[in-house]
Structure formats: structure tokens, C-alpha cells
DNA sequence: TCGCAGGGGGATG
DNA sequence: CATCCCCCTGCG
């Protein structure tokens, strides 16, 4: 590939590693020292230099386009210091999640990918998951249309690795070349309403339904709820109680503050790190013991 | 070998 | 409403 324009922005608070491979987007990955991916169509590369945010931009337009689109993707004209800080402050008990997750971002992904990427997330991890969607882009850089998706077909997606979420992916995408189901629309509806439709299409339930709606459609009272996070809300919030996730959903919306999609980035990104920590301090012994 | 997993769908008390 | 089982695949 021919080099691309290079251009710096300063930040802080920007973690990539905890932004762009630990769960959210599916198509980043860390090759020496740059987080290599896409925004939209345009290829991009990133990393930190000091306070710099380094960008090789392979995509169309000039620097001030190539800078927009990476300010706009990262987020990064909102204070999250000051969200996670205001949480903080509403539940003491979250303060060390949210001092844990500095740098976090939540990316403005484009609704079609990230619908995809979320019906084929179901009982399924972040490797597999990058890598069936490597294989749907194919050779291409481009991610498929609903067109692309509907002539490939169940069988070749079975091919994929798609398993049980094959005939979803395409039937939702049959749904989206028909018109019957329009993710830009949603963009205007309210969040519960926007989640209704989202959820008509099969493979989308509630916490699909609610990835789409944070990560693609920058709708931050959408609270997806997965294992870590009624894990990690009912330790830290309910005494270890069991909570339905529509239960957990509502209270998040109730008593996150104004952004509950961001706090809930936080918890998620906590809790797995937490969790992975765990395993690396109780396996090493076991290990050395047998 | 077998159970199980970051979810959804459909059936059942 | 809660709970159960199944759905592909890969991993321990």
C-alpha cells in the first residue's frame, strides 16, 4: 500500500489499546506499535506518541478531513474525564472502574457493520469474532453491504464460521435491502423506539439491539447488558444479588447520570480486565504446582 | 470426550 | 415473567 497522509493531533485521555481491541470494533489490530483498521471505508492507522495522537490516513480528502474523521470516530471532543467523574461522584462504589478506565472511548462505528458484527458477538469472543469479519471483508477493504451479505448466502457464511447466526446475518440483511428495517432513520427516533426496531430483526435482541444503538448510532442511553456487566452490577451495586438485565438496563438509565452507554463501557472494560487479571494471579500457582 | 461460552428464539410452567 | 434447551464452533 502506498503511504498515506500523516497527520498529529494532540489528546489526552485516550487509551487505544482499551478503546479500539477490547470489545467494541472488531476490524483494529495492533501491528508494530500501530493500531491498524478503518474508519468507514478509509483505511487508518494509529498511535501515541507522548500526548500525540499519530494518524496515517489512507482514505480520501485532506488533512483537516482525515483529522475530523479521527477526532469524530474517537470521540474525542467529549469530556469523559468529567462523565466518569460525575459517576463517581452519583455512586462512590463505581470509583475505581471509573479510575481504572481512563482513555476509554466509545467509538461512533457505522450502524451496518456494527449490527453485523453484534448478531455474530452471540455466545462468541473478541478473536473469533475479528476473524469471522475478516473473512466477510474478504480481499476486500470495504465491509459488505446487505446486498453483498444476501447473495453470499447462508451456506458460504456457514463457510465463515458463522455457525447458528448464518441465516440471522442474512436475513437481516434481506431486511435492510428491502427497506422493511433503515438504520439511518433510527438516528431520529428515540432510543426505546429505535431499539424496538433494531430488535425486530432477527439474532437482535435487547443487548444487540443495544450495542448498535451505543457503538453505531452514538445513542448513550442505550445500556448493553452481557455477563460481565450484570456480573459487575450486582457485586458492586445489588449485594451479589441476582438482577434481570432488563432490571440492571433500567437502573443504569436511572442512576448513570447522562451518559449510562459510556459509564457502562467502563464497568465492561473494568470487569473483563479484573477478571483477566483473576486468571493470571490463581492459574500461575496451580500451574507451578502440578 | 465433553461441557461450555460476552446471545437469541421458541416452548413451557 | 422465569427457566430450559437448542443453535455452530472452538477451546480447555
Not at 500500500?1 to 489499546?17: E, N
Not at 469523559?80 to 481504572?100: D, K, N, S, T
Not at 469474532?129 to 446487505?146: H, M
Not at 451479589?240 to 440492571?248: I, K, V
Request: glycine content about 10%.
Amino acid at each position: 500500500m502506498r503511504p498515506g497522509r500523516i497527520v498529529s493531533l494532540q489528546v489526552k485521555d485516550l487509551d487505544l489499546s482499551a478503546s479500539l481491541l477490547s470489545g467494541q470494533a472488531f476490524r483494529w489490530n495492533l501491528d508494530a506499535g500501530w493500531y491498524c483498521g478503518f474508519i468507514g471505508d478509509a483505511p487508518v492507522r494509529l498511535r501515541m506518541r507522548g500526548d500525540e495522537l499519530e494518524a496515517e490516513w489512507f482514505g480520501e480528502g485532506g488533512d483537516k478531513d482525515a483529522i475530523e474523521a479521527v477526532r469524530a470516530y474517537l470521540d474525542l471532543d467529549r469530556d469523559y474525564a468529567a462523565i466518569r467523574e460525575q459517576a463517581a461522584q452519583r455512586l462512590p462504589v463505581l470509583r475505581r472502574a471509573m479510575e481504572f478506565s481512563g482513555g476509554l472511548r466509545v467509538l461512533k462505528q457505522e450502524p451496518w457493520e456494527t449490527l453485523v458484527s453484534f448478531i455474530i458477538s452471540a455466545c462468541n469472543n473478541v478473536p473469533r469474532i475479528s476473524r469471522i469479519v475478516r473473512g466477510l471483508c474478504g480481499d476486500g477493504r470495504t465491509f459488505p453491504s446487505p446486498a453483498d451479505l444476501v447473495k453470499a448466502g447462508e451456506g458460504s457464511l456457514r463457510g465463515l464460521g458463522l455457525g447458528f447466526r448464518a441465516p440471522y446475518v442474512v436475513s437481516t440483511a434481506r431486511m435492510l435491502e428491502s427497506g422493511e428495517l433503515d438504520l439511518e432513520s433510527l438516528r431520529n427516533l428515540p432510543t426505546r423506539e429505535a431499539r424496538m426496531r433494531l430488535m425486530s430483526a432477527p439474532g437482535v435482541g435487547g443487548k444487540v439491539a443495544d450495542c448498535v444503538l451505543l457503538y453505531g448510532l452514538q445513542k448513550y442511553d442505550a445500556v448493553p447488558v452481557d455477563v460481565w456487566i450484570k456480573r459487575i452490577m450486582e457485586g458492586l451495586l445489588f449485594e451479589g444479588r441476582r438482577m434481570s438485565a432488563e432490571g440492571l438496563r433500567a437502573w443504569a438509565v436511572g442512576n448513570f447520570g447522562p451518559y449510562p452507554g459510556i459509564i457502562q463501557a467502563c464497568l465492561f472494560h473494568y470487569a473483563r480486565s479484573t477478571r483477566l487479571r483473576d486468571l493470571q494471579t490463581t492459574c500461575a500457582p496451580n500451574t507451578l504446582s502440578i
